[in-house]
């Protein structure tokens, strides 16, 4: 679904750390630790969050493909430590080992570790956990990051608000003179990283119960991008249309389970007339009466926001378990439990602006070219149409 960059992520929740590759940079953007680790934090925050995140200050190192704080064209290479491992030297060591481990033999029901046994042939669920869990989205944001970077230096911000947690839903809407970033300022200072704070009161009461009963909730959030010029995509084919390369990303995300671009499933029962945007021209540029269509059309961006929306649902690692069976002598029991988010949705709309992040750079990369950031801007400011 990537047309010109690449990335590769790969690492255990409790090994030594976190590896990511990041291909098809041009060079001379500018980029830092601390900017990378910026969005980090980030993902790191919100009411909800297990004991793991009170353990990492999760920090990237740029190991390869920058010099003196720009890019140099060549693959850009991360390292995360895992501040964990201390704790899991045994149990997930390289080497063999002698010592007793006890196995994990009862999957969780939603999560990885039935189909993921079953594929591998493993006696031992953490095989198929440790890569399984949510641990590999840090690597994720520090790559995305750095196409943030070049969506930045180019006019395109990217930002993200939590809508909905189980049943309680914020209704503001976002004005349309709210940048990404400004949106993201408001949001980022809510543990919860809703717009209003009588319904961020309500979510994290939501959450806290959730808490209380042993149990883990879902919920829903948008995500914006603003500064795009007409063209990134193409009507041409399948797997140039951008909504598609959008979705892709998005639902490869854990327990992602849903997505809608613009007006989205609502405009199912709605008529033609009432859902399609009417276009005007202000003297100088076509304008739009309204952006049911999220900023996509016929797989291209038309130069409107995109507004995106994703359910996310509840994690399925529960402190009162559901029913499973042992793996090894098939007796009913409960599911195995250990530490985990009760909610992990603020953090999940920081992941998915970083996905989003990935195909906005991609798709831009692949319409205006350039070897280095100075190639294409110049190319942007020849050709691209707003
Ligand atoms: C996560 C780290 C994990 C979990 C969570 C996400 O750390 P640990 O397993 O050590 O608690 O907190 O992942 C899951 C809940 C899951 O089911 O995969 C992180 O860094 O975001």
């Known amino acids: 679904m990537m047309h010109r960059l690449k990335y590769l992520t790969a690492g255990e929740s409790h090994g030594r750390g976190l590896l990511g590759i990041l291909d098809g940079m041009p060079a001379g953007?500018?980029?830092?630790?601390?900017?990378?680790?910026d969005q980090l934090v980030r993902r790191q925050m919100g009411h909800g969050r297990g004991g793991r995140m009170k353990i990492e200050t999760d920090r990237a190192e740029i190991w390869c493909g920058v010099r003196h704080g720009k890019t140099l064209g060549s693959p850009v290479g991360l390292l995360i430590h895992n501040k964990d491992w201390?704790?899991?030297?045994?149990?997930?060591?390289?080497?063999?080992?002698?010592?007793?481990?006890?196995?994990?033999?009862?999957?969780?029901?939603?999560?990885?570790?039935?189909?993921?046994?079953?594929?591998?042939?493993?006696?031992?669920?953490?095989?198929?956990?440790?890569?399984?869990?949510?641990?590999?989205?840090?690597m994720r944001v520090a790559l995305g990051s750095v196409c943030r970077k070049l969506l930045v230096e180019v006019g395109i911000e990217v930002g993200s608000r939590v809508i909905q947690i189980h049943h309680v839903k914020d209704d503001t809407p976002v004005f349309e003179d709210l940048s990404p970033d400004q949106l993201n300022k408001i949001?980022?200072?809510?543990?919860?990283?809703?717009?209003?704070?009588?319904?961020?009161?309500a979510m994290m009461k939501t959450i806290d119960e959730a808490k209380a009963n042993g149990d883990s909730v879902g919920g829903l959030f948008e995500v914006v991008a603003t500064g795009l010029p007409y063209g990134l995509g193409s009507y041409t084919q399948w797997d140039q249309k951008l909504h598609a390369r959008i979705t892709g990303l998005m639902m490869s995300v854990n327990a992602f389970k849903g997505i809608e671009i613009g007006s989205g499933f609502s405009s199912g029962t709605k008529f033609g007339s009432e859902v399609h945007d009417e276009i005007g021209w202000d003297g100088e540029k076509f304008t739009r009466y309204s952006n049911n269509a999220g900023g996509i059309e016929g797989g291209m961006s038309n130069a409107q926001p995109i507004v995106l929306r994703m359910v996310m649902k509840p994690i399925p690692t529960l402190i009162r378990p559901l029913r499973s069976v042992d793996i090894h002598t098939k007796e009913e029991k409960d599911a195995y439990k250990e530490r985990t988010d009760v909610c992990a949705v603020p953090a999940a709309s920081i992941i998915a602006e970083s996905m989003l992040c990935f195909v906005l750079a991609d798709a831009l990369l692949e319409k205006f070219g350039g070897d280095s950031m100075d190639q294409l801007k110049a190319h942007m400011k020849a050709t691209a149409k707003y």
């Not at 949001?187 to 009161?201: F, G, M, Y």
Request: glycine content about 6%; hydrophobic content about 30%; aromatic content about 6%.
């Open 29 to 37: 953007l500018e980029i830092t630790e601390n900017y990378i680790g």
């Open 187 to 201: 949001a980022d200072k809510s543990p919860v990283r809703c717009l209003d704070k009588n319904t961020a009161i």
């Open 86 to 138: 201390e704790n899991w030297t045994k149990k997930m060591s390289v080497e063999p080992i002698d010592d007793h481990i006890n196995k994990v033999t009862l999957p969780r029901p939603g999560h990885a570790d039935l189909a993921g046994i079953q594929k591998y042939g493993f006696d031992d669920i953490r095989n198929v956990l440790e890569r399984s869990s949510a641990r590999e989205t840090t």
